[in-house]
């Protein structure tokens, strides 16, 4: 399969310092393309995810023992309804670096896969309990969609309300809402839902759901960093 196109003016050094320390065992030159690929895949997640994929597995063709490039890979197979090999890309990170942070993707997965039980027992796991808060708090909404699977939309909310008030500020506080009214539908109670959304801005819902994003200025792993120093990779 043939690589997709990088576009003139992107290259490695948009990557962070992180990530691109994880490329130097590379060759100079492998790691300049697979930092680049990265780079497309993060700028594109949000516009086009196909896309977004295709250079992700550009970079795993290159370089797929790193673990920047099996999340890359793992995120845009998740952001694209490819749920199975979404779940085998995020547990490879797993095993890479020991890193849980993506165990509400993965929880997700096995929803997307009908696997609305699978879900509630990742979350259920000692692993979860390593979460840090927003993370904690992302898992707790995909737990309340699980239960509404399952038709058990008291559970549903629960799961909600068990979200530390802390944890529920910002545009993860709109996700949460926006959770709460989405179990409040499936559990036939659809004045309650819009009750729940009736004060709530419709842009910053809209922005805290990933919704018309610019593209040069988010992205979902932490990999694209514009302003990045390139002194190091220039000495």
Do not use: C, W
């Not at 196109?5 to 992180?18: A, F, H, M, T, Y």
């Amino acid at each position: 399969m043939p690589d997709p196109e990088i576009p003139e003016g992107v290259d490695s050094r948009q990557l962070n310092k992180e990530a691109r320390a994880r490329l130097r065992g590379l060759s100079k030159d492998n790691a300049e393309g697979v930092g680049a690929h990265l780079v497309m895949a993060g700028r594109l997640l949000d516009t086009d995810p196909e896309q977004a994929y295709l250079h992700a597995q550009a970079a795993v063709r290159r370089a797929g023992r790193i673990d920047v490039v099996r999340e890359a890979a793992g995120i845009a197979a998740y952001r694209t309804g490819r749920y199975a090999e979404a779940l085998r890309e995020l547990r490879t990170v797993r095993r890479l670096n020991g890193s849980s942070e993506h165990l509400p993707l993965m929880a997700d997965a096995e929803r997307g896969l009908g696997r609305p039980e699978r879900a509630i027992a990742l979350a259920q796991s000692e692993e979860a309990s390593t979460l840090e808060a927003e993370a904690r708090t992302e898992l707790a909404i995909v737990v309340s969609g699980a239960r509404s699977d399952l038709g058990d939309h008291d559970a549903a909310l629960t799961a909600l309300d068990r979200i530390p008030a802390s944890e529920r500020q910002g545009d993860l506080g709109l996700r949460v809402l926006q959770a709460r009214a989405v179990a409040l539908e499936a559990a036939g109670r659809p004045e309650a839902a819009a009750e729940v959304l009736a004060g709530v801005d419709p842009e910053a819902l809209g922005r805290a759901l990933g919704a018309g994003e610019d593209d040069e200025d988010y992205v979902v792993y932490d990999v694209f960093d514009e302003t990045a120093d390139t002194d190091e990779d220039e000495a």
